[in-house]
């Protein structure tokens, strides 16, 4: 901080253990990066009681860790979770230099981002519903060349993109409406519902991503969907509806469950 860096260090001992008290696993590190985020021990205050009232660290911070990349959040904002850099690994592998890549759902637009820093030269879109997560996502993608659109699904994404999409990665919302009230609080209470909620099994919006999919692609395009372990088949089966051959990617270091469909 600005005016007290001393101080702030000889206040990090009770800062942890506040932090520790209220049920933050790693109280140590949050506790070095609210102090360098604070530029005065009053700001150090206020960051501190909002992480302590439940509040996301990410978006405490204003970024989050993602993909090698600090992501822009806001309050309010869906925070991008670490077992989705699977998607970001996959769908990098496929990506060639021109490839168009359409992130679907995209909140802060980190899949996005995160795919054009490891595939340079991709021509890089994003859509989401959230006016908020869109600023965000800007921030996030236009650095990349990117452009970032307010609406539905496919809606707002511009015509001249119909049949051209070389990877379209997905993060629909998949959580089951009657799952949300067993999520921890941080999710619950401090990001959207509509960036949760994916209807009574939770495939709802995946099931209208899938279902015109296949419109968008150009051919041998790829859709990558983040899903669960137990969701998985079930999004296989809507994407097989959507015209589209389809296969499920997973990874025990990141507990993470990719559907990747590919059009024929």
């Not at 980190?110 to 519903?129: F, K, P, Q, W, Y």
């Not at 994407?239 to 025990?252: C, N, P, W």
């Amino acid at each position: 901080m600005t005016d007290a860096p001393a101080a702030a260090a000889e206040r990090r001992p009770d800062l942890v253990g506040r932090l520790r008290a209220a049920g933050c696993v790693f109280a140590e590190d949050e506790a070095l990066l609210l102090v360098a985020a604070a530029r005065t021990a009053g700001e150090l205050d206020a960051l501190v009681a909002r992480r302590i009232s439940g509040v996301p660290l990410e978006q405490v911070l204003g970024w989050a860790e993602f993909g090698g990349l600090r992501i822009a959040t806001a309050p309010g904002v869906f925070v991008p979770r670490r077992r989705t850099e699977h998607v970001v690994a996959l769908a990098a592998a496929v990506a060639r230099p021109g490839a168009v890549v359409l992130d679907l759902c995209c909140g802060t637009g980190a899949i996005g981002a995160a795919v054009a820093a490891r595939a340079a030269g991709i021509e890089l879109h994003a859509a989401d519903i959230d006016p908020v997560a869109v600023v965000c996502a800007r921030q996030n993608v236009e650095p990349f060349g990117g452009a970032v659109y307010l609406g539905d699904l496919f809606e707002p994404v511009p015509v001249a993109l119909r049949g051209r999409v070389d990877i379209l990665v997905v993060n629909a919302p998949y959580v089951p409406t009657a799952s949300i009230a067993l999520m921890p609080p941080e999710a619950r209470l401090h990001e959207p519902r509509a960036a949760l909620d994916g209807g009574p099994d939770g495939l709802d919006v995946q099931r209208r991503v899938l279902a015109t999919a296949g419109e968008w692609l150009a051919p041998g395009g790829h859709v990558l969907v983040e899903t669960s372990a137990q969701q998985a088949r079930r999004t296989v089966e809507a994407a097989a509806r959507g015209g589209l051959d389809a296969r499920i990617e997973t990874s025990g270091h990141l507990g993470a469950t990719v559907v990747v469909a590919r059009s024929r």
